[in-house]
């Protein structure tokens, strides 16, 4: 459809706002309470416009563009209009910009500037509340609220703890917890979301509070150090240290949103335990060094080893922690220099079952959907993963799913916070998944759920799989894994008439001496019901650290080179040779398990970690 906002012709399509509209056409309408992470709340009124036509001004973030609408946004009424509102608001709000931690990063500033509201015409009596700082991360001054429920909805839509809300009603109402309490003592999960939703200086960071004023510091980009969900960071740098950590709205696979750790976790980056300088041990003592005396020591000692050894002497462990630059190049190092593939890296004990299970089921061992994805589902099963303690902004997106109706299976032997949420809590004993995935494919075979269709063109193998899982009956699956069987029941329905129905877990199954069964059992499943290759389907492992899965893309494991091609085929082998120049051993090297054995045995002599704490 197309309307006409402020004489443009803009294109806009269906349930688009008008606000929407302007924005995707450059046109800026200023707004207090909205948020592109929440649904229209219209309470500030500043978005209002006038539409061709219309009775009076209408909130542009809640109103519907139509095909043919004429609308103008800063027309004399409406400005005039904003400014009475900023006026009111300033009238009661506590005049301290002067030593306000969003001087300069303030909507409500920013908003007075632009309509040249200077100081409020109004007199009387204004709201006076006393500073919180009765948390451990987050400072609430009540009395620069101005009420616009930004907060409110953000813990309540988004992050779904249901903390804040409005506390009396009229001139005294403010944001409180229940009974006011410190945010401490509720549901909260100090992400500090609240903040980043917050249009002024009443909900600030506690620790970049009253350290470094918003011009003064420097914004770095980068991608979060914690878990495998790869939110985008905002570094905020003054003196070449951190100070505090945003996200940007629309962005990233948090939309902005962002966990405790993420946005607080940074202080080790400046930590005063951190090594500085080379450690070399002398007499038993460690002792600093020169990076000459090191790197000296290190390459003489490593040349011995390999010349009186051979290369397979030596090991290396790789981390998923560090970038893909460098476990390429560590991998590269170990391969084209030491001459060995006793390379590997922490996956190998998390998620190696993922690669390997995958991989045989889907020929690639990566999540199949994207985290955007899940928010389209209709169903899930989560398994062998606390994924919102774990994988906190991965289950924002399965929280948003079931606020629009989606269903949830948990199976899992604790009360986690995802199975207190579930419509179907499957409390399994530990160390019996299988029994239980193939029991749920049991009752959809048996049901006629099954996607044929899907079954007949997309995958081999159906028929010794209906035989490999026919004998797992409900009540057999009762007796192995502790689940009623009405129970497994009810969780195969929910699953196989699902239209959309992703699947999501971590290493509460892989990290097991019978994870790749596991990994191949969901696999399994998921193809069983035509939940692959659409949006809000598939099999989406949750990765323990920030970059499993390039560090097993980048080759750092014994048995592939990057792109997981055999060290053991010749003619891939040779395209590496051709590229690095150098000839390059054929023979699996060891794991990190294995790698530790040989060290006993003293057939290792000497081991490179780069970013790991493998003990």
């Not at 877990?505 to 191949?520: D, K």
Request: hydrophobic fraction near 40%; charged fraction near 25%; include cysteine.
């Amino acid at each position: 459809m197309e309307l006409t906002i402020d004489g443009r012709l803009v294109k806009a399509g269906p349930g688009t706002t008008i606000l929407q509209a302007a924005r995707s056409a450059g046109i800026d309408i200023p707004t207090l309470c909205q948020d592109d992470r929440l649904e229209p709340f219209a309470a500030c009124r500043l978005c209002l416009v006038e539409v061709e036509g219309g009775r009076g001004p209408v909130a542009s973030c809640a109103a519907a563009a139509a095909d043919g609408m004429v609308v103008r946004t800063e027309t004399d009424e409406i400005v005039e209009q904003r400014r009475v509102l900023l006026d009111l608001l300033l009238s009661d709000h506590k005049p301290d910009c002067l030593i306000c931690d969003r001087a300069g990063d303030c909507r409500l500033q920013d908003l007075a500037y632009r309509y040249g509201v200077e100081t409020s015409s109004y007199a009387g009596e204004k709201r006076e509340y006393p500073v919180r700082e009765d948390t451990p991360f987050i400072v609430f001054d009540p009395s620069k609220c101005i009420l616009c429920g930004r907060c409110v909805g953000i813990c309540d839509e988004v992050q779904q703890c249901h903390v804040l809300n409005y506390a009396e009603r009229g001139f005294p109402a403010f944001i409180s917890t229940s009974y006011g309490r410190s945010m401490v003592e509720t549901t909260c999960e100090m992400c500090g979301n609240c903040v980043s939703a917050c249009p002024t200086g009443a909900l600030q960071d506690k620790r970049s509070r009253r350290t470094v004023r918003v011009w003064d510091v420097e914004k770095v980009d980068t991608v979060c150090p914690y878990c495998g969900c790869g939110c985008n960071l905002t570094l905020h740098v003054a003196d070449g240290k951190v100070v505090r950590v945003t996200s940007k709205v629309g962005e990233g696979p948090g939309g902005g949103n962002l966990c405790v750790k993420g946005r607080y976790g940074f202080e080790f980056i400046a930590h005063p335990d951190r090594l500085t300088r080379p450690l070399v041990r002398v007499d038993g003592k460690l002792t600093p060094a020169s990076w000459d005396e090191a790197l000296e020591l290190i390459t003489s000692k490593l040349f011995d080893i390999r010349q009186e050894h051979g290369p397979d002497a030596i090991a290396g462990f790789a981390s998923a922690r560090c970038t893909n630059e460098e476990d390429y190049v560590f991998q590269k190092f170990m391969r084209a220099v030491i001459g060995t593939n006793n390379v590997d890296h922490c996956a190998r004990l998390c998620h190696a079952s993922s690669v390997t299970g995958l991989a045989q089921s889907f020929g690639s061992a990566a999540m199949t959907n994207s985290f955007a994805d899940l928010e389209t589902a209709d169903a899930f099963l989560i398994i062998g993963s606390n994924t919102s303690e774990a994988h906190p902004i991965g289950a924002l997106h399965v929280k948003t799913a079931m606020r629009k109706g989606a269903k949830l299976v948990v199976a899992d032997p604790r009360e986690i916070d995802m199975a207190r949420r579930a419509d179907i809590h499957l409390r399994l004993r530990p160390g019996t998944n299988v029994a239980l995935l193939n029991g749920l494919a049991h009752v959809i075979i048996e049901e006629g759920m099954a996607d044929d269709e899907f079954i007949a063109a997309r995958t081999e193998g159906f028929e010794e799989m209906r035989e490999a899982v026919r004998p797992y009956t409900p009540s057999l699956v009762e007796e192995i894994t502790g689940v009623p069987a009405d129970k497994v029941v009810a969780a195969a329905r929910m699953l196989g008439t699902a239209e959309r129905a992703a699947i999501l877990y971590s290493m509460g199954i892989t990290q097991h001496s019978h994870g790749t069964e596991h990994v191949l059992a969901i696999s399994n499943l998921a193809m069983l019901t035509g939940n692959v290759g659409r949006p809000g389907t598939g099999v989406n492992p949750l990765r323990g650290q920030n970059n499993v899965q390039g560090c097993c893309d980048m080759g750092a494991l014994p048995n592939v080179f990057p792109g997981y091609q055999p060290v053991t085929d010749p003619a891939l082998r040779a395209r590496w040779e051709e590229g690095w120049g150098v000839e390059l051993s054929g023979d699996v090297g060891l794991t990190v398990t294995e790698t530790f054995d040989a060290i006993h045995e003293g057939t290792v002599k000497a081991l490179i970690v780069m970013g790991e704490n493998v003990m």
